[in-house]
Structures are given as structure tokens and as C-alpha cells.
């Protein structure tokens, strides 16, 4: 379509009325007196429609009193047009509902409608459409062009910045493991007896220790050593008693990892220390667990008496039950743990990504799905996914993941179908309902994808994208805003700019590490918008030598409107 150039906010005359009868000559006559305005001075799309306001005033003497109006204002564009609802004014003797305009004092009209906006309404003419009627005789009057072009800068990204989820891996390339073991002391004592290092927890952890020196893959990393005494005696021997026990386990523990030749096993920061003179909680938790008759009578003693004295004399009291407590439970108390800390080290990356591309079989799941993320080439990406896939026929998260590189290489149907499959494998995950979500919106399913954005909580960074890009689509920028809360993606700029803040948009481009066209785009806008000619002209440059195909657009962009005439823009855009 052919655009020509015209001021939106001057006002404009209405067409001359073609008509038979005196009346309508008369109003034909006087048609450019009668003004109107346009707003916005050019249409944008706001939530997927393109609303607009048109104030008429009409003065006075112009009106024919026995005259009625119907105007429909309609957007032209090439291979359609899409007409807004019809407005009726009427004159004072004319016997009806429509707005009646004094042929006196004449009046003013403001209309407001909306229409579904489509791609057409870029390029299109605002026109309004006029019959006339007075009596038996109607009229037909020319188009009246009254505003150009469609502002699209909602929908530059809109349902195409939806991001589908991964279902991710756990895979850990170093993971902590414990060898553990107790160490119990005769009463009063804090030697270490010959017998307890015969107890089949002592040698499971000699072995753990050995075990762990011969793997090429693990790595020790320290002791750590709690010491303790039981509630009962004065607090001072207790002290000493935890005190003492700390110090023989630790030297059990440094000669075993010197025997089986841990190197820093002698280092005083290899080994992490701590006594408690009386073990209370200890005592409280066995207490609990025993089959003890009167353990609720013994717990409510320990709730009741804060001072430990007091609650060992207490206690003590119950000369049948502190046998069972002496007997079965102080013993238990009196002891050392000692937890022997070490990393095993798994695959390098590089030893991953061979072994996914030569013999997967040898990976473990997690490592299978890690292998993904080690490549940006999608089918790489889709080769792995489908070998879990294989291997582990029921991951819900390989065949989601075959979703989202179908998704990203642009087959919409085929990540759809992987998507309801791996819904029906695990229900209701919430990645899996975000992905469904964007695949809704891409149908134009806007109440479906609401409702899957709405079920997938916990899908991530993701869905908060992606409800940022469904609050712009639904026009409602300042809740994309905070959607989108601190990301830098081109999204969070575009919502940004929509609701005006360009000082914010501005800062949320620059810091994107992204280098792509419509980042530029979108701060040649700014430019413009801000009457900053330098940046529109270096941004839009920029756009259009990584897109050449965005010349097209911003040749025909009514952001840009202003500009169409000048030679700097032209030479851009040629």
C-alpha cells in the first residue's frame, strides 16, 4: 500500500455530503467547519486490539435539524479492512436514540471502539465511512481518511519470547561421602578400650578409609570428631571427661589415616573438634525412643528444670527407673562419633561429551542429560536426549527436554506431541506444564496457556518469562514489568519500554551480552520515541546489518513515522 504523509492531530474536515435535498447540500457546504481529532495520533495494539478515540465537534448552524448520521469508522489496508462498530448522531426533529446535535449551538461527539488487531494493520489508513439520511432520501458520502498506520511494537516479540523449560539434570561432578563410627567409653573413663576397636562399625571404617585412598576419584577432606559425657556426675568431671575422650579419638583417628597413609591426616586443620560435657539432647532422644514406662515422667522432669543439676537429681530419684536409665541408656552417651569427610570426583566434561557421542551406555542417567548442556548444536542436544530416552524409557525428563529442542529448532507440532508425552509419563510437572503453556500461546490459545502458566509454579525463570510475555500480550505492561523483575532479556526491555519507563528499557538492552537484531530494534525505538535521531539512526543501522529483512519492517513502521521523508532513515531502509 501506497503511504502518504498527513499531521494525525490537525484536525480535519468531514467529507462533502453528496445529497438531493437542501439540508444535506447545506451540510456538504459546510463540512470543513466541522473538526475532529484522532487518539492516539497513530493507532497502536494494546493486548492484541487497536483501540481508538475520535473527538467530532460540530458547530453551530451546521446540523440540518431533520437529518440523521451513521458513520463506521474502518481501518484499509492491503487485502482487507476491518471495521470498528458504527456511531449515530441525529438532528433535533429527527424521532430517535442517537446522539442529537443542536443546529443552533451545534456539539460535540467523542467516540471510543476497539478491533482485533492482525499483522495488515500496520500499513493501513484509518477511514470513516458516512451515510446520511433526511426523510425518504440517504446518502452514501466518500471516505474520509483520518489517520495512518497501526504502532506493532507490542507484538515484535510477543508470544515468540516464550521459552520452554528443561527438565533438569542432578548431575553433581563431586559428591560427599561419610564414613561413619562410635567409639564408647567405660564410666568415668576416656582411655579407648581394645574392644571397641574390634566392633564391626570401627573396621567399616578402616575399610571406608582404605577404600578411599586406593580410588583414583576420591579425596579426603577432613575428620570431624564430637565428644561426649553422659548427664550424670558433678559438670566439672563431665568437662574433663568430654574433654579427654575428644582427645583419644582423635589420636585413634590420626594414627588409622597414617597407617593407611592419608596424606595431611597429621594437619591440625584436617580435623574438626567439639565436646559436650553432658548430652542432654542425647539423653532426650534415647529417652523417647526406649520402651520405657515412665519416659513420659522422665521427659517432663527434662521439660520442667532448666538447671542440669536439678534434673539429674530428679532423676535420680526415681531409684527404679534411674537403674533402667543407668543400665540401658547413660552407657549409650558415653561416647565419641567420628565421621571421616571425602569428595569422589566424577567425569570431566570432556570425558562426558565423548562418551555420550561414542558409548553412552557407560553414562548414568544424570550424566546422560548433563551431556546436553555441554553443546549449543541442537541436534547434538537431540541425539543425546533421545539416548536416555532410550536407555531409560520412562524419564519424563528426556522426553520433555526432546520437546524443548524441537521447540527451538522450530517444530511447534513435534515438540507439541513430546510435550503430552511426557505429561503422560509424570503428570502435571511443572516444567512440563509451562512448555504446554508456550505451545498454547503459540496456537493463539491465550485462556489455555493462562491456565498452564497458572498450574506450572516451580517451573523457574522460565514461567516468570513467560507470564511477562503473556501480560504483554495481554496488554498489561506494568505487570510484565514485574514479571520480569531483573532479567535483561529483549522481554523485559520491550515491557519496559510499552509501559514508558525508556530510561529502564534503555539500561536493561545495554545490559544484554546479547548481540541480535531486535535488541538494536527495540533502542532505535527509544530513539525515536525520545527525539534522539543519533541513536535511532546507529541502533537501526545496527538491526538491519545482523537482519536485513528488518529494513522491510522499519521501513513501514509507524514508530518511525517522522522520519519517513528523511534521507539518513531512507538510505537505511533502501
Not at 465537534?57 to 487485502?79: M, R, S
Not at 534411674?322 to 570432556?350: F, M, Q, T, W
Not at 514461567?463 to 495481554?474: F, H, K, R
Not at 528499557?505 to 527509544?526: F, G, M, P, Q, R
Request: glycine letters at 6%; proline letters at 3%; charged letters at 30%.
Amino acid at each position: 500500500m501506497k503511504r502518504t504523509r498527513i499531521n494525525l492531530f490537525a484536525t480535519v474536515a468531514l467529507a462533502a455530503l453528496l445529497a438531493s435535498c437542501s439540508g444535506l447540500d447545506k451540510m456538504k457546504e459546510n463540512a470543513p467547519d466541522v473538526n475532529y481529532t484522532v487518539t492516539p495520533e497513530v493507532l497502536e495494539t494494546h493486548g492484541g486490539q487497536v483501540p481508538v478515540t475520535i473527538k467530532v465537534q460540530i458547530p453551530g448552524g451546521y446540523f440540518d435539524k431533520k437529518t440523521e448520521l451513521e458513520a463506521t469508522p474502518v481501518l484499509v489496508y492491503e487485502g482487507g479492512e476491518t471495521a470498528y462498530a458504527p456511531y449515530k448522531l441525529q438532528g433535533e426533529s429527527v424521532d430517535g436514540n442517537a446522539k442529537v446535535i443542536s443546529y443552533a449551538n451545534g456539539g460535540q461527539f467523542t467516540y471510543e471502539g476497539s478491533v482485533d488487531y492482525n499483522e495488515n494493520m500496520r500499513v493501513s489508513d484509518l477511514v470513516v465511512r458516512v451515510t446520511a439520511t433526511r426523510g425518504e432520501n440517504t446518502i452514501d458520502f466518500e471516505p474520509v481518511k483520518i489517520a495512518e498506520g497501526v504502532i506493532s511494537t507490542a507484538h515484535l516479540l510477543g508470544k515468540k519470547g516464550a521459552v520452554a523449560a528443561l527438565g533438569e539434570d542432578n548431575f553433581q561432578r563431586i559428591t560427599p561421602e561419610t564414613g561413619e563410627a562410635d567409639i564408647h567409653y567405660v564410666i568415668q573413663r576416656s582411655y579407648v578400650r581394645r574392644s571397641e576397636l574390634s566392633k564391626d562399625d570401627i573396621k567399616a571404617l578402616e575399610e571406608f578409609v582404605k577404600a578411599a585412598k586406593e580410588a583414583e576419584n576420591k579425596e579426603f577432606k577432613g575428620v570431624n570428631i564430637s565428644a561426649y559425657a553422659s548427664p550424670d556426675g558433678p559438670i566439672d568431671l563431665n568437662t574433663r571427661l568430654a574433654e579427654e575422650r575428644e582427645e583419644s579419638a582423635k589420636e585413634y583417628m590420626t594414627e588409622a589415616l597414617e597407617d593407611a597413609e592419608v596424606e595431611g591426616a597429621d594437619a591440625e586443620d584436617f580435623y574438626e573438634l567439639r565436646n559436650t560435657p553432658e548430652d542432654w539432647q542425647g539423653f532426650k532422644e534415647l529417652v523417647q525412643n526406649s520402651d520405657i514406662e515412665d519416659k513420659d515422667m522422665i521427659l517432663r522432669v527434662l521439660s520442667t528444670h532448666n538447671d542440669p543439676e536439678v534434673r539429674e537429681t530428679e532423676i535420680k530419684n526415681m531409684a527404679a527407673t534411674y537403674k533402667v536409665l543407668a543400665e540401658d541408656i547413660l552407657p549409650e552417651l558415653r561416647r565419641s562419633k567420628l565421621n571421616v569427610n571425602v569428595e569422589v570426583i566424577g567425569k570431566s566434561d570432556e570425558e562426558i561429551s565423548e562418551l555420550a557421542a561414542s558409548n553412552p551406555s557407560e553414562l548414568k542417567l544424570e550424566e546422560i542429560l548433563y551431556a546436553a548442556t555441554l553443546t549449543e548444536d541442537l541436534d547434538e542436544q537431540l541425539d543425546i536426549y533421545e539416548t536416555a530416552l532410550e536407555q531409560h524409557s520412562n524419564c519424563w525428563r528426556a522426553q520433555n527436554n526432546i520437546g524443548v529442542v524441537l521447540f527451538e529448532k522450530g517444530d511447534v507440532d513435534a515438540a507439541k506431541g513430546a510435550f503430552e508425552k511426557a505429561n503422560e509419563m509424570k503428570a502435571n510437572q511443572p516444567e512440563v506444564l509451562n512448555n504446554l503453556g508456550v505451545i498454547a500461546l503459540y496456537e493463539d490459545d491465550v485462556e489455555a496457556a493462562q491456565e498452564y502458566f497458572d498450574s506450572a509454579a516451580g517451573a523457574g525463570s522460565a514461567l516468570d518469562n513467560n507470564l511477562g510475555v503473556l501480560a504483554i500480550y495481554n496488554g498489561n505492561y506494568d505487570e510484565a514489568v514485574r514479571y520480569f523483575g531483573n532479567s535483561n532479556s529483549t522481554n523485559a526491555a520491550l515491557a519496559k519500554l510499552l509501559n514508558g519507563n525508556y530510561d529502564a528499557a534503555l539500561a536493561t538492552l545495554n545490559a544484554n551480552d546479547k548481540e541480535i537484531a531486535v535488541k538494536h530494534y527495540l533502542k532505535a525505538i527509544i530513539g525515536a520515541r525520545q527525539n534522539d535521531t543519533d541513536m535511532l539512526f546507529e541502533e537501526l543501522r545496527k538491526a538491519v546489518e545482523m537482519n536485513p529483512e528488518m529494513k522491510e519492517t522499519a521501513a513501514t513502521d509507524m514508530e518511525f513515522a517522522r522520519y519517513f521523508e528523511d534521507a539518513t532513515f531512507k538510505e537505511i531502509v533502501q
